[in-house]
């Protein structure tokens, strides 16, 4: 792929390091300036009581630190999925093989699936009567993210500046990784739909809607620009 021969050893590009430098900025400020809301934020994953706690707080999504951490998942999946494409000889506009812009197509995707769950998210709204649900299913599912993106941090940087013959073991990790906490979220979205007793049917309408919807609308924009 001639995308690869920017880096003999690795796949590194110069306008990499400043995803990092940009990364680590926004990580800091946020310890810096919410570091209670930050590991509250990252013990919710893991801890009920910390989750339900967050829930019942203002400014859930809207808050500075939860806005900072969705865009370090952007920037940082987005860089993941880039990678990956160039490993795996993938490109997702065939027309175009220069990494940066690469990596902007996949950072559009990332946020065109986030649009589109919030957009469903409305619409799931005006047919049901519990907004106490949908607004923990979208916190979960926002809260998961923002791990996610902290989780591949380290997994790029090893995948980027190691020789190649790593490079694919890391990726691999990643996803593996990446995967193992997508089924950890939706064991965990069931257990709490089991807990707050919701009906079966709105928890089909969450799985079509939040989860099965937004994966094949992704999959088919990356088959879409790759042809």
Request: charged residues 10%.
């Amino acid at each position: 792929m001639e995308a690869i021969e920017l880096a003999k050893y690795n796949v590194s590009s110069d306008w990499m390091i400043f995803v990092f430098l940009f990364t680590f900025f926004l990580i800091a400020w946020i310890i810096n300036v919410y570091p209670k809301r930050f590991n509250r934020l990252l013990f919710s994953v893991f801890n009920n009581n910390r989750f339900f706690q967050i829930i019942r707080e203002e400014l859930v999504f809207s808050h500075r630190a939860s806005i900072v951490l969705t865009i370090i998942f952007i920037v940082q999946a987005g860089l993941f999925l880039t990678i990956s494409s160039i490993i795996f000889d993938f490109n997702v506009f065939k027309e175009n093989t220069e990494i940066l812009v690469q990596y902007g197509y996949w950072c559009l995707i990332i946020i065109s699936i986030y649009i589109l769950k919030w957009i469903l998210s409305g619409i799931f709204l005006s047919l049901i009567q519990r907004q106490d649900i949908l607004k923990i299913y979208l916190f979960l599912t926002s809260t998961f993210n923002k791990t996610i993106g902290l989780v591949l941090i380290p997994i790029t940087i090893s995948a980027i500046y190691l020789p190649l013959n790593y490079a694919s073991f890391f990726i691999k990790l990643g996803g593996a990784i990446w995967l193992i906490f997508l089924i950890y979220r939706l064991f965990k979205a069931l257990s709490i739909s089991f807990l707050l007793k919701v009906p079966r049917l709105y928890i089909i309408l969450y799985l079509c809607a939040f989860e099965i919807l937004p994966f094949i609308v992704g999959m088919k924009m990356v088959i879409f620009l790759s042809v």
